[in-house]
């Protein structure tokens, strides 16, 4: 598991951000990455920065990044996992996902992490989910002594797109699920096409299905093949929607990790089909690798 070298460790003020950090860091020593702690301050119009007391003249947007620097530093301080040399820390002012892309851009960094203990799914979190170049990873602390990634696929031999970011997002997980030494699940819902069986006949429907469940199996185990799981992988072969049925396996396997990937629309920069990664983002509080196919291109340019 030694895909990531230059990771973004994207903090806030949050009570759980030291966890989340502690979390990130450990993985990094484990892989022999570097970190850089980041932080993002809201930009204060020129005309509003200084304001006067009878102590003195200050500038606000200073204020708020040395603030933020001296969290930062305490957060550091207070961490018990080594990190070898001091992480660099960077404070910036603005849009907070521009400048968290335009460091990605910048420093050439191949993941994004964000301590997303109590944000949940943000704004900031939806556009890094389109438009981030590198995976992001939602870093939620669990509370659960025993940890389990679930890898969320949906094999196409027809989408050769879409297969390679399944095998990305399945080769990620069983590195993952390796390193950290812990179980892996993996799932995939299947469904017949709503309106599919409408005017035929009930054994035509019938037939649909099972051609439907056996095309759905066999472009799974294709997919399986592909790779070399550990022995004691559980696969989750469920028919309905995605959404419903990965949020199901997370609640039912007290999953605390979710590897999964987006779809984009090829040929528009930046694009991407999230519905089913925001609809499980929004009502689940497990962490979340969400990977980008091969070829996608953020909208995001370095000014």
């Keep these: ?7 973004l460790f994207v903090t806030a003020e949050q009570p759980l951000a030291g966890e989340a950090y502690e979390k990130a860091a450990d993985f990094a020593l484990r892989n022999g990455a570097v970190v850089t702690v980041m932080d993002v301050v809201d930009s204060i119009p020129q005309r509003r920065r200084m304001f006067e007391t009878e102590h003195g003249l200050y500038d606000l947007q200073d204020m708020l990044v040395t ?22 820390t960077v404070v910036v002012p603005g849009e907070r996902h521009i400048e968290i892309i335009r460091r990605v851009l910048e420093e050439d960094h191949d993941l994004v992490i964000v301590a997303d203990a109590e944000e949940g799914y943000d704004s900031t979190t939806h556009h890094l989910l389109r ?16 940890q389990r990634i679930l890898a969320a696929v949906d094999p196409d ?25 812990v179980p892996l699940h993996i799932v ?3 469904n017949v096409p709503q309106g599919a069986g409408f005017g035929v006949s009930t054994s035509d429907q019938h037939a649909f299905r099972e051609e439907t ?58 694009l991407i089909i999230g519905n089913t990664a925001e609809t499980i983002l929004s009502r689940v509080d497990c962490s979340v690798l969400a990977i980008k196919p091969q070829g996608f291109e953020t909208p995001v340019r370095i000014s």
């Design 1 to 7: 598991m030694q895909r990531f070298k230059n990771i």
């Design 67 to 88: 603030n933020s620097y001296e969290r930062i530093d305490k957060m550091l301080g207070s961490s018990e996992v080594p990190v070898g040399a001091t992480p660099q």
């Design 131 to 146: 438009k981030a170049p590198c995976p992001v990873w939602l870093m939620t602390p669990s509370i659960e002594h025993e």
């Design 157 to 181: 031999p027809l989408q050769p797109t879409q297969e390679l970011l399944n095998d990305d997002v399945l080769a990620l997980a069983v590195g993952l699920a390796r390193h950290e030494d």
């Design 188 to 190: 995939h819902a299947w």
């Design 213 to 270: 469940l056996t095309q759905h199996r066999e472009n799974l185990t294709a997919l399986l093949e592909r790779h070399e799981l550990p022995a004691d992988t559980i696969v989750h072969f469920l028919e309905g929607s995605p959404g419903k049925v990965i949020r199901k396996v997370i609640f039912r396997r007290n999953i605390t990790t979710i590897v999964m990937g987006t779809v984009a629309r090829s040929g528009i920069a930046g």
